[in-house]
Each structure stands twice: as structure tokens, then as C-alpha cells.
């Protein structure tokens, strides 16, 4: 795995959206506003085979790095830098990806977020009018998203981190030229990684973490060659699973009544159509039969995918040993909850509940006289 810094433009309201910060040069000085902005929006989630991916912004300056690459991204504010969102496994996308992009943008709609940015005055102040912006907007193609990651792994803080330039690359400044980045150790993402704050470790942390363990350093490597990018077949094979996993999908809708079978969150957008036999291991029939499926919410989903949970025949929930008391109050979880499980669903359970067993053994019991 490399892991990169890399720099992008200050947002301080979440980067949900444009949020009009002033910015000194490049391309959020020139236009008013920087495509990173929209890193953490909703609207950029999308599903490959079933999982849901995030659809990101991160300036490469014509740059092509390896596939399943660590991004830890930062922004420079205030004579601070700080670390605001990370994306593990993520793969960056090429002149080459043309027809990947595409569905992907159709997937995500990103060409009707011009509205956004035209809300901010600085946007505003940058153009002479909302039609020449448009054309803007158009000539560019739209949103200008370069990477694509697994959801799973995938964290944006609610509360950006203050980074220690000196501890993590031994200069007393981070790198601000946007199309830049800096190649770090393993070892020194695992120590950025472990500055969050114990109150944003989420399911995704966790993962992001498991990645690192026992990575070896390799910056500065020349023999990783860039995994070539899929062809028009493959590019037609995610746009078809994607047609099926939209009736997966429904069909989940219909039997969950629209809500969470583990915490009952009914906000459409956050639930997950999530497979209990993962859909690498199963055949064509179990990828699309309902009863492989259980609609989650979007953090329950991860945990459920990483087997950091899982369930027993009569729908308890079962939990891995390296979830605290802490980080179920904070994903709002509790420890003797349990899902509605059909029978039809028991088989399938059986396989996840093997798979979580076989990473998470029970604690050794005292013996005789202990």
C-alpha cells in the first residue's frame, strides 16, 4: 500500500459543499471554489457489486499512482494544517477510465451540484454572471472527481486533526501546492491515524488501522506500476451488477419496511442493501436472493461487512473483541440488540457468523480451579 499527504483546499464546513473560503492561487482562487469541497457529500456514494464506494476529489498535477493507496488529506488554514479526511484502497481514475467515469457521474448526478456553488458569493464573485458560470461548469465536464474508494473505508472528521509536520515527515511544514503530494512511511500514516481522537474512531477507523498493521514501508519504490484500468467489458459488467443490486435493493425495502433491521434508522439514503454472504463469495442466484441481504445503516453496513458484528440463529448480536463500551456508545449501539432473522436467512448467517468466529475466538476459559 503507499500512503500519500495530500493537500487540498480549506473547507470549514464539513466539505459537504462549497463552502467559499478565500484561497491565495490555484485553481479555488482562480474559480471561487475547488471540487475537494464536495469529498464528504452525500451525493457522491455509489455502489460496485453491491458495496458502497465514494467518489472523491484529490489534484494529482498528472500524477498516476498505484491502486490501493492510503490518502490522508489535509488542508493549510489559520497557520495550522490539519488532517480532515482519509481514503484507504482507493484507486485513482485516468484518461483511460472514460467510460467508468461516466457511469459513475451518472450514478452520482454530479453535473446538477453546480447549484451548490453558485450559492456562494465568492463563486459569484469570480464569474460575471450564473450563465457564464454554467458554461464553466459544463466545459469542465462537471464535477471533477479523480479517485474512487470503498466506503468501508472511508473517513471524513467531524473535527479536522492537528497535524505535527516535523513528527511525520521532519520538516516544519507540510507541502501546500495542491497537485503535490508527500509518499510517507506506513508506520508514520499509523501514527496520523492514532492522533484522531478516540470519539472519531468509527467503523471506518478501525479499518483503516487493520490496513496499516504490519505494512512495510515501501516509499520511494519504483517497481509499483499502476493496476491497468478495466476495459469496456468490465466497465459494462459494474453497470450491470449495479442494475441487479438496485432490485436487490427494493426487494430489501419491501421486506425491512423501509428501516434498519438493527437500529431502525428509516432515513432512505443511509441504508444499505448489504449482503450477508459477501457477494465475492457467492453464486449468481445467492448475489440477488433477498434473503442473502439485510438492510443496514450505513455504519452498522460496516461493521457487518469488516465482521466486526455479526449474529447468531435467533438474531442476537454478536460483537468483535476489539469493540469497547466506548465505541458502541458512540455508533450508537448496544450490546444486547437483535434483528428480526427469516429462516431463509439462517444459512447465509451461518457463513458470516463462521467467518467473524474465525477472527474473533472467544477469550480462553479458566480451567478447573481457576
Not at 473560503?21 to 456514494?45: F, I, K, Q, T, V
Not at 493507496?69 to 477510465?97: C, E, F, K, N
Not at 450559492?119 to 464553466?136: G, N
Not at 432515513?267 to 443496514?296: K, Y
Amino acid at each position: 500500500m503507499r500512503c500519500l499527504l495530500k493537500p487540498i483546499h480549506w473547507n470549514p464546513a464539513g466539505y459537504t459543499a462549497p463552502a467559499g473560503h478565500p484561497c491565495a492561487s490555484g485553481y479555488p482562487h482562480d474559480y471561487g471554489y475547488g471540487h475537494e469541497e464536495w469529498n464528504n457529500s452525500p451525493h457522491l456514494r455509489f455502489e460496485i457489486d453491491g458495496r458502497g464506494h465514494r467518489l472523491l476529489h484529490a489534484p494529482m498535477a498528472g500524477k498516476v499512482v498505484p491502486e490501493n493507496t492510503l490518502l490522508i488529506m489535509y488542508a493549510s488554514h489559520d497557520r495550522r494544517q490539519q488532517m480532515v479526511g482519509i481514503a484507504g484502497g482507493a484507486r485513482q481514475l485516468g484518461p483511460d477510465d472514460g467510460g467508468l467515469i461516466d457511469a459513475i457521474r451518472r450514478m452520482v448526478a454530479a453535473r446538477a451540484l453546480w447549484r451548490e456553488a453558485w450559492a456562494q458569493p465568492l463563486v459569484r464573485k469570480c464569474h460575471s454572471s450564473e450563465a457564464a458560470f454554467r458554461k464553466h461548469w459544463e466545459d469542465s465536464g462537471g464535477l471533477d472527481a479523480n479517485w474512487i474508494c470503498p466506503e468501508s473505508a472511508f473517513l471524513w472528521l467531524d473535527e479536522p486533526v492537528d497535524i505535527d509536520p516535523q513528527a511525520v515527515t521532519g520538516k516544519r511544514c507540510l507541502q501546500r501546492r495542491f497537485g503535490g503530494f508527500t509518499t510517507i512511511p506506513a508506520d508514520r500514516a499509523a501514527h496520523l491515524l492514532d492522533t484522531i481522537p478516540p470519539g472519531q474512531r468509527n467503523a471506518a477507523w478501525h479499518t483503516l488501522r487493520e490496513s496499516l498493521a504490519g505494512e512495510s514501508d515501501t516509499a520511494g519504490r519504483q517497481d509499483v506500476r499502476p493496476t491497468p484500468p478495466p476495459d469496456e467489458t468490465t466497465q459494462q459488467a459494474l453497470i450491470d451488477a449495479r442494475l441487479g443490486q438496485e432490485r436487490f435493493r427494493a426487494e430489501l425495502l419491501r421486506l425491512g419496511q423501509g428501516r434498519c433491521a438493527l437500529t431502525g434508522c428509516a432515513i432512505e439514503p443511509v441504508l444499505r442493501a448489504s449482503h450477508i454472504r459477501p457477494w465475492r463469495d457467492a453464486d449468481d442466484e445467492s448475489r440477488l436472493d433477498p434473503n442473502n441481504g439485510l438492510l443496514l445503516a450505513a455504519h452498522a453496513d460496516a461493521l457487518f461487512d469488516r465482521h466486526l458484528i455479526s449474529f447468531d440463529d435467533e438474531g442476537r448480536l454478536l460483537l468483535a473483541n476489539s469493540l469497547s463500551e466506548f465505541d458502541l456508545t458512540a455508533l450508537g449501539l448496544r450490546a444486547h440488540m437483535r434483528i428480526r432473522l427469516r429462516p431463509e436467512q439462517r444459512a447465509y448467517m451461518a457463513h458470516h457468523r463462521q467467518e467473524f468466529e474465525a477472527r474473533n475466538p472467544a477469550p480462553d476459559k479458566p480451567g478447573p480451579g481457576a
